[in-house]
């Protein structure tokens, strides 16, 4: 392929996007309820479908072409490690100039279409996402072993970025300066940065990959998308839709690769504009310090928009509501098993009410089934080997530092998923290993505390600040709370997991990242750069 040429047909020939508008104010997407037969029928036959198109081959995608490399990454399904659901290719440090032409001959154009246009092109991919709900739900049960409610969230809070963002962006092209100064007209503008990179995670593979890229994309950039090599093929089905929706070549390429090549490549390029993260603390930080060392020709500071981890506490008062306590600490613990920036790590319980509590949590946490995926269990496995080894090394250092209550084994199965129980220790120090690292899978640690404020300082004693929530029927701890839980998303007599877009604004404080709050009002804002113009009249 003569790639300098494909790049040049890219730039004079933009595909055309009809354009929509949002036709009401943003609604998030109704949950799938799997209980009705017909929902379930649509499902499995989904699930058959999406079978059949498993362990096919995927071409990087730069300035709108295809083409293959020698070295290859496969996906797998974690519940059936056999089974490949893709092969893609292996983007390489060489591959990141190539990608970054690629989006800057975009970018003349891109940034220069109006906003109208950009945001009818997230529209229009929502409804073509919608229209396909249970497809990609299903493709999500193969390649990450989302159970199908955790796959059904995933896919609604796609269309829910791609809806919300469309609408903001809108917005912020009215935006106007706050006072017209006599004898001038003023204008604030909201323009785009440039190229960015894109790299996100593999465990929310649709929403977080495909917001971060829609939020990017709508505010006029271009990006080099770096999805998770566990979950590179529901990206690729992404990056279809935006074509199908009328995305012009070099909006977004697609090049999935290891982050010690061509994702430190992507992030120390001098014409990369910003980095869009969401992963763990560690690369969160490497990202952070390559992006801060200026590079020959780099005429700008990058921005890092960084969304990274969490170790969540649910602080479980006296008065306390016990059984709506208990559910709440196990659906943020043990969702999509534990796999989860915002799910429940460690639950801080007051003295009154512990030894009820764990025997109601015991019993509660028996009750959850673990399995494969498809076959729709409370539980599929966690995603990948070293994922599973790090768990029951965890388990281990449980053993040692608590008393097991639940769990603490991993599930056998003929096809030799990376299943593990739901797993609960008791008795752990507020500075214990449990306590204290991201261990990020289905083991839970249950505090002892004396009193409230006991446990809204056990609550605080961690590196992180993403999520968090406390159970009281006490206003006063509540108001208290507000002002010194230290988190970004702090949840009142409710699980700590489920943010929904526009409601919830995500991100965190500390360690866990920039606070960025996707699906807020402001997200767009770290996408875009203001100017102001005025004119003299």
Same mark, same amino acid.
């Given at each position: 392929?003569?790639? *300098?040429?494909?790049?040049?047909?890219?730039?004079?020939?933009?595909? #055309?996007?009809?354009?929509?508008?949002?036709?009401?104010?943003?609604?998030?997407?109704?949950?799938?309820?799997?209980?009705?037969?017909?929902?379930?029928?649509?499902?499995?036959?989904?699930?058959?479908? %999406?079978?059949?198109?498993?362990?096919?081959?995927?071409?990087?995608?730069?300035?709108?072409?295809?083409f293959k490399t020698k070295s290859k990454i496969r996906s797998i399904n974690?519940?059936?490690?056999?089974?490949?659901?893709?092969?893609?290719?292996?983007?390489?440090?060489?591959?990141?100039?190539?990608?970054? &032409?690629? =989006?800057?001959?975009?970018?003349?154009?891109?940034?220069?279409?109006?906003?109208?246009?950009?945001?009818?092109?997230?529209?229009?991919?929502?409804?073509?996402?919608?229209?396909?709900?249970?497809?990609?739900?299903?493709?999500?049960?193969? @390649?990450?072993?989302?159970?199908? =409610?955790?796959?059904?969230?995933?896919?609604?809070?796609?269309?829910?970025?791609? &809806?919300?963002?469309?609408? @903001?962006?809108?917005?912020?092209?009215?935006?106007? /300066?706050?006072?017209?100064?006599?004898?001038?007209?003023?204008?604030?503008?909201?323009?785009?940065?440039?190229?960015? #990179?894109?790299?996100?995670?593999?465990?929310?593979?649709?929403?977080?990959?495909?917001?971060?890229?829609?939020? =990017?994309?709508?505010?006029?950039?271009?990006?080099?998308?770096?999805?998770?090599?566990?979950? /590179?093929?529901?990206?690729?089905?992404?990056?279809?839709?935006? @074509?199908?929706?009328?995305?012009?070549?070099?909006? +977004?390429?697609?090049?999935?690769?290891?982050?010690?090549?061509?994702?430190?490549?992507?992030?120390?390029?001098?014409?990369?504009? !910003?980095?869009?993260?969401?992963?763990?603390?560690? +690369?969160?930080? @490497?990202?952070?310090?390559?992006?801060?060392?200026?590079?020959?020709?780099?005429?700008?500071?990058?921005?890092?928009?960084?969304?990274?981890?969490?170790?969540?506490?649910?602080? %479980?008062?006296?008065?306390?509501?016990?059984?709506?306590?208990?559910?709440?600490?196990?659906?943020?613990?043990?969702?999509?098993?534990?796999?989860?920036?915002?799910?429940?790590?460690?639950?801080?319980?007051?003295?009154?009410?512990?030894?009820?509590?764990?025997?109601?949590?015991?019993?509660?946490?028996?009750?959850?089934?673990?399995?494969? =995926?498809?076959? *729709? /269990?409370?539980?599929?496995?966690?995603?990948?080997?070293?994922?599973?080894?790090?768990?029951?090394?965890?388990? $281990?250092?449980?053993?040692?530092?608590?008393?097991?209550?639940?769990?603490?084994?991993?599930?056998?199965?003929?096809?030799?998923?990376?299943?593990?129980?739901?797993? %609960?220790?008791?008795?752990?120090?507020?500075?214990?290993?449990?306590?204290?690292? $991201?261990?990020?899978?289905?083991?839970?640690?249950?505090?002892?505390?004396?009193?409230?404020?006991?446990?809204?300082?056990?609550?605080?004693?961690?590196?992180?600040?993403?999520?968090?929530?406390?159970?009281?029927?006490?206003? $006063?701890?509540?108001?208290?709370?507000?002002?010194?839980?230290?988190?970004?998303?702090?949840?009142?007599?409710?699980?700590?997991?489920?943010?929904?877009?526009?409601?919830?604004? !995500?991100?965190?404080?500390?360690?866990?990242?920039?606070?960025?709050?996707?699906?807020?009002?402001?997200?767009?804002?770290?996408?875009?750069?203001?100017?102001?113009?005025? $004119?003299?009249?």
């Amino acid at each position: 392929m003569d790639y *300098n040429r494909s790049v040049m047909a890219t730039e004079t020939l933009p595909t #055309a996007i009809s354009v929509r508008h949002p036709k009401s104010s943003f609604v998030n997407e109704p949950f799938t309820d799997f209980k009705q037969p017909e929902n379930a029928r649509r499902m499995k036959a989904a699930l058959e479908v %999406v079978a059949v198109e498993l362990g096919r081959e995927y071409d990087l995608v730069i300035g709108g072409h295809r083409f293959k490399t020698k070295s290859k990454i496969r996906s797998i399904n974690p519940s059936r490690p056999s089974q490949v659901v893709g092969i893609h290719q292996k983007a390489e440090a060489e591959h990141a100039p190539q990608a970054m &032409e690629a =989006a800057l001959a975009a970018f003349a154009h891109w940034s220069r279409t109006s906003v109208e246009t950009r945001a009818s092109l997230l529209l229009h991919a929502a409804e073509i996402i919608r229209e396909r709900k249970f497809e990609f739900c299903a493709w999500l049960t193969y @390649e990450v072993g989302k159970n199908w =409610a955790e796959a059904d969230a995933d896919v609604g809070e796609t269309i829910d970025f791609l &809806e919300y963002y469309a609408r @903001e962006a809108l917005r912020l092209a009215q935006a106007k /300066p706050s006072i017209q100064y006599p004898g001038e007209r003023n204008e604030l503008l909201y323009i785009p940065l440039g190229v960015g #990179a894109v790299i996100p995670p593999w465990n929310f593979p649709f929403a977080i990959m495909a917001g971060m890229t829609a939020a =990017a994309i709508v505010a006029g950039n271009t990006v080099v998308l770096k999805p998770s090599s566990d979950s /590179p093929t529901i990206a690729a089905r992404f990056v279809d839709v935006l @074509e199908e929706a009328g995305m012009p070549g070099g909006v +977004v390429n697609f090049c999935p690769g290891s982050g010690a090549s061509f994702g430190n490549a992507i992030v120390e390029h001098p014409k990369t504009r !910003f980095i869009a993260f969401t992963g763990s603390k560690a +690369v969160g930080l @490497e990202i952070h310090e390559r992006a801060a060392k200026t590079m020959l020709g780099q005429i700008w500071i990058k921005r890092t928009i960084l969304e990274m981890g969490g170790k969540d506490s649910i602080l %479980v008062c006296a008065d306390a509501d016990l059984d709506a306590a208990v559910e709440g600490v196990v659906a943020s613990a043990f969702g999509f098993s534990g796999q989860k920036c915002s799910a429940c790590s460690r639950a801080i319980i007051e003295a009154p009410l512990y030894d009820v509590f764990l025997e109601r949590l015991r019993e509660r946490v028996a009750k959850l089934t673990v399995g494969e =995926a498809v076959e *729709n /269990p409370n539980m599929g496995p966690v995603v990948n080997k070293a994922a599973h080894e790090s768990m029951l090394r965890y388990i $281990e250092i449980g053993r040692k530092e608590g008393r097991l209550i639940a769990g603490g084994n991993a599930v056998q199965t003929e096809a030799g998923g990376f299943l593990v129980e739901p797993t %609960v220790f008791a008795d752990i120090a507020p500075t214990a290993v449990l306590a204290q690292e $991201e261990i990020f899978g289905p083991v839970l640690a249950v505090i002892q505390v004396k009193n409230f404020e006991e446990g809204l300082a056990v609550a605080n004693n961690t590196e992180y600040g993403l999520t968090g929530a406390i159970y009281t029927s006490d206003r $006063e701890k509540l108001d208290r709370a507000r002002h010194e839980f230290h988190v970004g998303n702090l949840y009142f007599n409710r699980k700590c997991t489920g943010a929904m877009v526009g409601a919830h604004p !995500f991100g965190g404080f500390n360690m866990s990242g920039t606070d960025s709050k996707a699906g807020g009002p402001d997200y767009l804002l770290l996408f875009t750069q203001a100017k102001s113009v005025a $004119e003299r009249l």
